[in-house]
């Protein structure tokens, strides 16, 4: 207890907090300037996403019905669109992942974060680049020009990105830096860039030509901070979704509201995309952990105290 006390109290906590409010308040200004509107998040739903990578279980049962945490609100981002008059949406997204222990010594997994969840409806993935470098472009802007204290009381040097950020195909990362190639350019990078193309989940696009390639993506951190984005453009047609699912022995009667919607046609065709909060602050203040920058610490495998 009196460890989760002094984490509180840390002397740095006003410096990392004061930080957080710009970068969001940047977010918020921006999404706002943009037509971007804002809903509220959900926690409990019987359909999340199914996040093909180990993790525990995390649902309750109530009134007979099973309800998951959110792992991630990409499904109900879809939904949202569904609407003619709402095109473009975020949430700021509490999502629960109960990860392997093991991710503890990463310094970048919280096994609770928050993630600005974004969606647009009938956009492409380069619509959503242009659109990110604008947002981590003004995060930079008002965080340097709001908090020059509190980044020299964190000892942290910060220079605003050159626009467009740098755009790499993941295949020629690999060759360039093998396996671990996001962490070794993210060591090697001074402004943030993007990665294309990751075999991932079944709503990411996966191209019907090519059969192997995906029109999604990730923005990294530089300076060896890692992931900061994931996202891509998603699948729409029922025949699709379901060949991926069954790729993946996705238990689809988990999914079965979501596959009557897409069955009758009515999925939108988007592109969207989440970022981290908690790994955007770690970076801006350049803490070592990402526990030092939340008050109540999550680390996978780790006890809570509060
Ligand atoms: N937010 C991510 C996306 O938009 C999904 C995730 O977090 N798993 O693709």
Same mark, same amino acid.
């Given at each position: 207890?009196?460890?989760?006390?002094?984490? !509180?109290?840390?002397?740095?906590?006003?410096?990392?907090?004061?930080?957080?409010?710009?970068?969001?308040?940047?977010?918020?200004?921006?999404?706002?300037? #943009?037509?971007?509107?804002?809903?509220?998040?959900?926690?409990?739903?019987?359909? /999340?996403?199914?996040?093909?990578?180990?993790?525990? %279980?995390?649902?309750?049962?109530?009134?007979?019905?099973?309800?998951?945490? /959110?792992?991630?609100?990409?499904?109900?981002?879809?939904?949202?669109?569904? #609407?003619?008059?709402?095109? =473009?949406?975020?949430?700021?997204?509490?999502?629960?992942?109960?990860?392997?222990?093991?991710?503890? *010594?990463?310094?970048?997994?919280?096994?609770?974060? &928050?993630?600005?969840?974004?969606?647009?409806?009938?956009? &492409?993935? *380069?619509?959503?680049?242009?659109? /990110?470098?604008?947002?981590?472009?003004?995060?930079?802007?008002?965080?340097?020009?709001?908090?020059?204290?509190?980044?020299?009381?964190?000892?942290?040097?910060?220079?605003?990105?050159?626009?467009?950020?740098?755009?790499?195909?993941?295949?020629?990362?690999?060759?360039?830096?093998?396996?671990?190639?996001?962490?070794?350019?993210?060591?090697?990078? $001074? %402004?943030?860039?993007?990665?294309?193309?990751?075999? @991932?989940?079944?709503?990411?696009? *996966?191209?019907?030509?090519? @059969?192997?390639?995906?029109? #999604?993506?990730?923005?990294?951190?530089?300076?060896?901070?890692?992931?900061?984005?994931?996202?891509?453009?998603?699948?729409?047609?029922? $025949?699709? !979704?379901?060949?991926?699912?069954?790729?993946?022995? /996705?238990? +689809? =009667?988990?999914?079965? &509201?979501?596959?009557?919607?897409? *069955?009758?046609?009515? !999925?939108?065709?988007?592109?969207?995309?989440?970022?981290?909060?908690?790994? +955007?602050?770690?970076?801006? &203040?350049?803490? $070592?952990?990402?526990?030092?920058?939340?008050?109540?610490? @999550?680390?996978?495998?780790?006890?809570?105290?509060?």
């Amino acid at each position: 207890m009196q460890e989760a006390i002094s984490h !509180i109290r840390s002397e740095k906590r006003k410096y990392i907090l004061r930080v957080q409010s710009a970068a969001l308040k940047s977010i918020h200004d921006y999404m706002y300037e #943009n037509g971007v509107v804002q809903a509220m998040p959900i926690i409990l739903s019987p359909e /999340t996403d199914p996040l093909n990578h180990p993790h525990f %279980d995390a649902s309750v049962e109530y009134y007979g019905q099973k309800l998951h945490i /959110t792992k991630s609100m990409i499904l109900h981002k879809q939904l949202s669109l569904l #609407n003619d008059g709402v095109d =473009k949406i975020y949430f700021m997204s509490p999502n629960v992942r109960l990860e392997d222990g093991k991710l503890r *010594e990463s310094g970048r997994h919280l096994f609770e974060f &928050t993630q600005v969840d974004i969606e647009f409806k009938e956009k &492409t993935k *380069e619509d959503f680049i242009k659109f /990110t470098d604008g947002m981590i472009a003004e995060v930079y802007r008002r965080v340097l020009k709001d908090c020059p204290d509190d980044l020299a009381a964190l000892d942290r040097k910060l220079a605003a990105p050159k626009l467009p950020l740098k755009v790499y195909e993941s295949a020629d990362l690999q060759r360039q830096y093998g396996e671990h190639f996001e962490k070794v350019a993210s060591e090697a990078a $001074k %402004d943030p860039f993007w990665i294309l193309n990751y075999k @991932r989940e079944f709503y990411d696009r *996966e191209d019907k030509k090519t @059969r192997g390639y995906y029109h #999604n993506y990730d923005v990294v951190w530089p300076q060896g901070y890692g992931e900061a984005l994931s996202g891509g453009e998603r699948e729409w047609e029922h $025949k699709e !979704i379901l060949r991926k699912m069954n790729e993946r022995n /996705t238990d +689809m =009667k988990a999914f079965e &509201t979501y596959l009557g919607v897409s *069955e009758q046609g009515l !999925i939108p065709r988007t592109v969207g995309g989440g970022l981290g909060i908690e790994r +955007m602050v770690r970076f801006l &203040t350049g803490q $070592k952990h990402i526990k030092d920058v939340t008050l109540f610490p @999550r680390v996978p495998g780790e006890r809570i105290a509060f």
